[in-house]
């Protein structure tokens, strides 16, 4: 993935954008789906479903966005500070490139939060003593499905940073 990577290439921002919007749709999806499928989980109509879901995106996708800035200046400040060659064009472009791994984190919070509401669903019916343990558990369900995304975020920024550490940029030739 980071042996043929370009550098100031006018692309990185449509790879960045691709794929921070491919990682917060599933989180839209399944607001969506269970609006949908479950009317008695959503006490909203189909318009207000479709705004939550359109808010769940756009925050989503301001969440990985930010998260993966502080990560483009972390590997500039911190290759400074450990001499290494790692450049602002060469931390955008690993950045751009390893957020493919946001990818992941997007179907992870969004099984996450479907698992947490047919737990919860399922919780209802049970004994009174137990609905606080499972409530709990369902509600760490998406924060665990984070975690795991940012993982594989990280640690394709950590193989992207070790594999691109001397990388050199030579201009394009005119045509």
């Known amino acids: 993935m980071f042996e043929?990577?370009?550098?100031?290439?006018?692309?990185?921002?449509?790879?960045?954008?691709?794929?921070?919007?491919?990682?917060?749709?599933?989180g839209a999806i399944i607001v969506l789906l269970l609006g949908a499928l479950?009317?008695?989980?959503?006490?909203?109509?189909?318009?207000q479903t479709a705004v939550v879901a359109a808010a769940v995106f756009f925050l989503t996708l301001a969440l990985l966005g930010t998260l993966s800035w502080i990560e483009y200046l972390g590997v500039s400040f911190f290759s400074r500070r450990r001499n290494w060659r790692v450049q602002k064009h060469v931390a955008r472009a690993?950045?751009?490139?390893?957020?493919?791994?946001?990818?992941?984190?997007?179907?992870?919070?969004?099984i996450g939060f479907a698992a947490m509401?047919?737990?919860?669903?399922?919780?209802q019916r049970g004994p009174?003593?137990?609905?606080?343990?499972?409530?709990?558990?369902?509600?760490a369900?998406?924060?665990?499905?984070?975690?795991?995304?940012?993982?594989v975020f990280e640690s394709l920024v950590?193989?992207?940073v070790r594999c691109c550490k001397y990388a050199n940029w030579v201009?394009?030739?005119e045509k």
């Open 4 to 26: 043929q990577v370009r550098f100031k290439h006018p692309e990185d921002l449509a790879l960045c954008m691709w794929s921070l919007c491919v990682a917060s749709a599933p």
């Open 171 to 173: 201009p394009r030739p």
């Open 128 to 139: 009174i003593g137990v609905r606080p343990w499972v409530g709990t558990a369902a509600a």
């Open 94 to 110: 690993v950045c751009a490139n390893a957020m493919l791994g946001w990818i992941p984190t997007g179907f992870f919070i969004a």
């Open 141 to 151: 369900m998406p924060v665990l499905g984070f975690i795991a995304g940012m993982l």
């Open 158 to 160: 950590y193989i992207g």
């Open 38 to 47: 479950h009317p008695d989980l959503m006490v909203f109509s189909f318009i």
């Open 117 to 123: 509401s047919v737990i919860e669903m399922f919780v």
